[in-house]
């Protein structure tokens, strides 16, 4: 026996839905997609993790001491209010 809504999509109703996507998603559309990417993000973490573990510090501050002090390009400057951020203790 077929239940009376196995062959039929949800529909997310557009007044839910986040702005930018409104169009005629299914929920499964949406929740498969909205897990996708969240699985795509666990994973390039977990990527990164595993290459900083990898890393070389010794070899990095000696290839970053070759690069000259200068002024960075005109549009290439970092915004005033942006602070620098670093793990890492000399």
């Not at 930018?20 to 559309?29: F, H, L, P, V």
């Not at 890393?55 to 001491?65: G, I, S």
Request: charged share 30%.
């Amino acid at each position: 026996m077929r239940s009376a809504q196995s062959g039929s999509a949800m529909l997310l109703p557009t007044s839910r839905m986040p702005e930018g996507i409104k169009g005629g998603y299914s929920m499964n559309q949406f929740l498969i997609t909205d897990a996708a990417d969240k699985l795509s993000a666990l994973e390039t973490v977990d990527y990164l993790r595993h290459r900083a573990e990898r890393a070389n510090l010794k070899d990095f501050d000696r290839l970053l001491a070759l690069v000259p002090d200068s002024e960075p390009v005109p549009g290439d400057e970092l915004p005033p209010e942006s602070k620098r951020r670093t793990r890492r203790h000399s």
